[in-house]
């Protein structure tokens, strides 16, 4: 047996070990959690890409047939990208599994960084069956934050740095301000009272 022979042959047994369907599929949903956003948002469509739907487009911008299944040109960097990459996201893909169950790949956005997003996969996570997705960082297409931006994450760096405070630390703050206006306001008046209460002079 030719080794192309052994090859093919070794595809088709994996192939009938996935799902039906499944082999190079895309997910059928996706979420997307981070600074600014309230949860995890849904991303929902076809997740083929070339669809148009969100879901089509974000599995088109943030690389996810590379990361799962490899692609060429292969746009997989040999290192992390260098600097100070900013906040950092996180895409969830549900994959169809055998017999109902269903498979996650997380994969980590950078959106933010220069002078383009960056994504980052752990690698060795499995879905269908025996498949792992590859390890390692890419950088993601031109459309890839605007796309995020719809969705609700802040619209710049700094609206997204400034979020992990909007909730808990600008409430703290402004108890924190309107607590020290009240011994302003108390001090204030126990001078008030102490001066009326002075005796007037003989």
Known sequence: MTVRLALAAAVAVA????PAGALAKGPVAATVSGPGLDGAVPVRGNGEGGTGTPLGRLVESAGFFAIAFGQE???MLPSR???DLGPRYTITYKLPGPNGTSDRIVED?????????ATHTQGGQRFYGSM??????SVAADD?????????IPATRAEAEGGAEDGFGLRWIAVALGAAALV????GAAILVGRRRRPLPA
């Open 184 to 187: 302003v306001l108390v001090a």
């Open 144 to 152: 890839l934050k605007p796309l995020l931006v719809s969705l609700g």
């Open 81 to 83: 990208p260098a600097g």
């Open 15 to 18: 192939a009938l070990a996935l």
């Open 132 to 137: 792992q997705t590859r390890g390692g960082w």
């Open 73 to 75: 040109p292969d746009p």
């Open 109 to 117: 956005v950078y959106p933010y960084a220069e002078p383009s997003a």
